[in-house]
């Protein structure tokens, strides 16, 4: 069974940084396209940021040149940094790992940007 666990989250100012981690076990994370979605209160949950087993990555228009994905192969997790980060950021953010029909989700790690 493959397992997602996030951690990282937390309370940072305007334009403060936060890494949220996700640790995957029960499969290598390479196997899978690994993504970071966000939900903000009231609001549908969106995708932030994708990284595919050929290197590819992807980002939202609302964080590109702010946030980074990317893995470390070595602990089997990935990473997501945030840069300059925004009070709109603010979410539960969640770790994903799909490989239809395989779709895992960790149980989410809140970021609240705030002064």
């Known amino acids: 069974q493959v397992q997602l666990v996030e951690s990282g989250g937390g309370l940072v100012q305007p334009g403060g940084s936060l890494r949220l981690s996700c640790a995957v076990s029960?499969?290598?994370?390479?196997?899978?396209?690994m993504n970071w979605y966000r939900q903000a209160p009231g609001l549908q949950r969106e995708l932030v940021a994708s990284?595919?087993?050929?290197?590819?990555?992807n980002y939202a228009d609302s964080v590109k040149g702010r946030f980074t994905i990317s893995g470390d192969n070595a602990k089997n997790t990935v990473y997501l940094q945030m840069n300059n980060l925004k009070p709109e950021d603010t979410a539960v953010y969640y770790c994903?790992?799909?490989?239809?029909?395989?779709?895992?989700w960790g149980q989410g790690t809140q970021v609240t940007v705030s002064s």
């Open positions: 994903n790992a799909w490989n239809d029909p395989s779709n895992y």
């Open positions: 029960g499969a290598n994370f390479r196997a899978y396209a």
């Open positions: 990284m595919f087993s050929g290197g590819y990555k």
